[in-house]
């Protein structure tokens, strides 16, 4: 089972270049997310889907764009990379068969190693 | 604010012993709490799920208790193995309307060593 694949797994960037961060799963899972974890701290919500068609911004979305055209697929833009943004991004989703109901644990992708110089 | 707190931040421990992780939250209104398991390079994977009315809950090796009285939660490991050298991370949901928000504990990274 692939479960949730992210690439690339690392990346160099200059300041001011531009990237997207693929994620894909194939879980049928409604609800999909970006994390980014710094050295030290807690994983910090960037971006999040509830489903195809729908995103909103979590703690930490300056900087970042997403989209959800399609249930698998939900890509994180970086769009003026800058230092700050030196990070391990993940890719999560899970399942909730509607609103306010029970979801299923989040089944986190590998990591995107950024660093941005 | 909504907050985590995970102690120690690590721990060494010999091969065969068992050790016990903390997490003490002030998220509300609480929703559930998840320990998860993150190897280096790798995702988090979860390890046990309680909601507010579960005390206890079983996972192989892995025992979390949970005291939503006084906002606190541990993870007991028993008879470590190397395998479960690795950072484990309480991770605590709060209902907001329609969506679920989750606040991450900083992690507590375990060595475990022969």
Known sequence: NAGVTQTPKFRILKIGQSMTLQCAQDMNHNYMYWYRQDPGMGLKLIYYSVGAGITDKGEVPNGYNVSRSTTEDFPLRLELAAPSQTSVYFCASSYSSGQGAKRTEAFFGQGTRLTVV | ?114
């Open chain 2, 1 to 114: 604010k909504n907050q985590v707190e995970q102690s120690p931040q690590s721990l060494i421990i010999l091969e065969g012993k068992n050790c016990t992780l903390q997490c003490n939250y002030t998220v509300s209104p609480f929703s559930n709490l998840r320990w998860y398991k993150q190897d280096t390079g790798r995702g988090p994977v979860s390890l046990t799920i309680m909601t507010f009315s579960e005390n206890t809950k079983s996972n192989g090796r892995y025992t979390a208790t949970l005291d939503a009285d006084t906002k606190q939660s541990s993870l007991h490991i028993t008879a470590s193995q190397l395998s479960d050298s690795a950072s484990y991370i309480c991770v605590v949901s709060l209902n907001s309307g329609g969506y679920q928000k989750v606040t991450f504990g900083t992690g507590t990274k375990l060595q475990v060593i022969p």
